[in-house]
Nanobody, 115 residues
C-alpha cells in the first residue's frame, strides 16, 4: 500500500522559510518522479513542483519564481520542499504525490503565512 506522510508545515511570518518533508513507503520510491501540490482554502489542487526519479531534473510552477527548492533522498525514501521568501498567498495545505497521480496523497502539512 502506497503511503505518503508529509510534515514540516507551520505558521510563519511573510519572508520566512520552512522545509517540508514527505516520507514515502509501499512502492519503489527511487523509480518514480515525485511532485508537490497544494490546496488553498476554497480552491482546487495546484501544482507546485516536480522532480524526476534520480533527482537531477526539476520543474516549478511560475509563481515559485526561485523561492522554492525541491529535492529528494532516495536512500531515505524522502522528498523535500524548501520554502523561502514565503508570501501570504503561499498559505495552503501542501501534499506530495507521485508525478502524474495526484489522487494518492498523504494527509498533507499546513503552511500558514501570516504576520
Amino acid at each position: 500500500e502506497v503511503q505518503l506522510v508529509e510534515s514540516g508545515g507551520d505558521l510563519v511570518q511573510p519572508g520566512g522559510s520552512l522545509r517540508l518533508s514527505c516520507a514515502a513507503s509501499g512502492f519503489t520510491f527511487s523509480l518514480y518522479g515525485m511532485s508537490w501540490v497544494r490546496q488553498a482554502p476554497g480552491k482546487g489542487l495546484e501544482w507546485v513542483s516536480t522532480i524526476n526519479s534520480g533527482g537531477g531534473s526539476t520543474l516549478y510552477a511560475g509563481f515559485v519564481k526561485g523561492r522554492f527548492t525541491i529535492s529528494r533522498d532516495n536512500a531515505k525514501n524522502t522528498l523535500y520542499l524548501q520554502l523561502n521568501s514565503l508570501k501570504t498567498e503561499d498559505t495552503a495545505m501542501y501534499y506530495c504525490a507521485k508525478q502524474g497521480d495526484w489522487s494518492t496523497r498523504g494527509q498533507g502539512t499546513q503552511v500558514t503565512v501570516s504576520s
